[in-house]
Nanobody
């Protein structure tokens, strides 16, 4: 059974940093892509960053590019999302998700992701 387990999240002030972690277990292969999505109240879930396990290719949504950094520690099967210079508009429930349908793409396309973590709330105040 594939499982994604979050850690991190919480409250921060504008300009501060925070790191989210996602441990992935249960994969039988080593070819997959992981993405971070977020969903703010009354808004649709949006993909903000993705990374491929084989090449380490990454993709970022414009709103977070330059402030957020996604990385993969293959030895620990853990994906990180380092979030710097946080803004109030980053407030959302954050999810990591795994894609084995098209693992060569780092694009966080919702329909490709079958496995999801439980979510972690991030709240940024001004």
């Amino acid at each position: 059974e594939v499982r994604l387990i979050h850690s991190g999240g919480g409250s921060a002030r504008t300009g501060e940093s925070m790191r989210l972690s996602c441990v992935v277990t249960g994969f039988t292969g080593d070819d997959y892509a992981i993405a971070w999505f977020r969903q703010a109240p009354e808004k649709e879930r949006e993909g903000i960053a993705g990374i491929t396990s084989q090449t380490g290719a990454t993709h970022y949504k414009d709103a977070v590019r330059g402030r957020f950094h996604i990385s993969l520690d293959r030895a620990k099967n853990t994906i990180y999302l380092q979030m710097d210079n946080l803004k109030p508009e980053d407030t959302a429930l954050y999810f990591c998700a795994a894609n084995v349908r098209q693992p060569q793409t780092a694009l966080p396309i919702f329909v490709l992701y079958d496995y999801w973590g439980q979510g972690a709330q991030v709240t940024v105040s001004s």
